[in-house]
T-cell receptor
Framework: GAGVSQSPSNKVTEKGKDVELRCDPI?????LYWYRQSLGQGLEFLIY????????KSGLPSDRFSAERTGGSVSTLTIQRTQQEDSAVYLC???????????FGSGTRLTVV | QQPVQSPQAVILREGEDAVINCSSS?????VHWYRQKHGEAPVFLMI?????EQKGHDKISASFNEKKQQSSLYLTASQLSYSGTYFC?????????????????FGQGTILTVHP
């Protein structure tokens, strides 16, 4: 597609429920990244994909967080048993070459109540 | 470690200039700059690579002092459209055995407001 697409744009969930966040990167971009942005804060790295592999998962905050990527394209970030501290904007970015920067999606605003 | 950006906020009149700094305590491979407007996605502005190479677009310039591990973003003749939060993202030298793959640590952001 023309840009990085994320869905849903907003998600309100009850504490303890599972959520799935979707990212559809730019076609041909082999690198895909998930970041989290809490209110008034900078962006926090979560996970990096090259193709379908995730060589760096070091930013995932706990084992409640997982992500996968299929077909070298769409990625899904899953948060199990959501907690209030998971509330944030989850941003996905893709790149054909990191030395040329990323293109970010508009993010999913997750609110855990 | 998170890079440190300064200033935290700056207010300008149209046509004025500004400099935003980004400092790291670690040896860096690259520094990225992004601008984010409220409620929108961050937009790529510029990347500076170890060795002096720069890649970017738009009428914005930047520098990277490898000795100090500091980058500066120069906004000249500011326009209303320059308003937003500016983030630097740094990639450490030696990521993944020396191969760059774009894992960035972002600063806390600098809020730029341009008034008519």
């Amino acid at each position: 597609g023309a840009g990085v697409s994320q869905s849903p744009s907003n998600k309100v969930t009850e504490k303890g429920k599972d959520v799935e966040l979707r990212c559809d990167p730019i076609s041909g971009h082999t690198a895909l990244y998930w970041y989290r942005q809490s209110l008034g804060q900078g962006l926090e790295f979560l996970i990096y994909f090259q193709g379908n592999s995730a060589p760096d998962k070091s930013g995932l905050p706990s084992d409640r967080f997982s992500a996968e990527r299929t077909g070298g394209s769409v990625s899904t970030l899953t948060i199990q048993r959501t907690q209030q501290e998971d509330s944030a904007v989850y941003l996905c970015a893709s790149s054909f070459d990191p030395n040329y920067g990323y293109t970010f999606g508009s993010g999913t605003r997750l609110t855990v109540v | 470690q998170q890079p440190v950006q300064s200033p935290q906020a700056v207010i300008l009149r149209e046509g004025e200039d500004a400099v935003i700094n980004c400092s790291s305590s670690k040896a860096l491979y690259s520094v990225h700059w992004y601008r984010q407007k409220h409620g929108e996605a961050p937009v790529f502005l510029m990347i500076l690579l170890k060795g002096g190479e720069q890649k970017g677009h738009d009428k914005i310039s930047a520098s990277f002092n490898e000795k100090k591990q500091q980058s500066s973003l120069y906004l000249t003749a500011s326009q209303l459209s320059y308003s937003g939060t500016y983030f630097c993202g740094t990639e450490r030298w030696g990521n993944a055995g020396g191969t760059s793959y774009g894992k960035l640590t972002f600063g806390q952001g600098t809020i730029l407001t341009v008034h008519p």
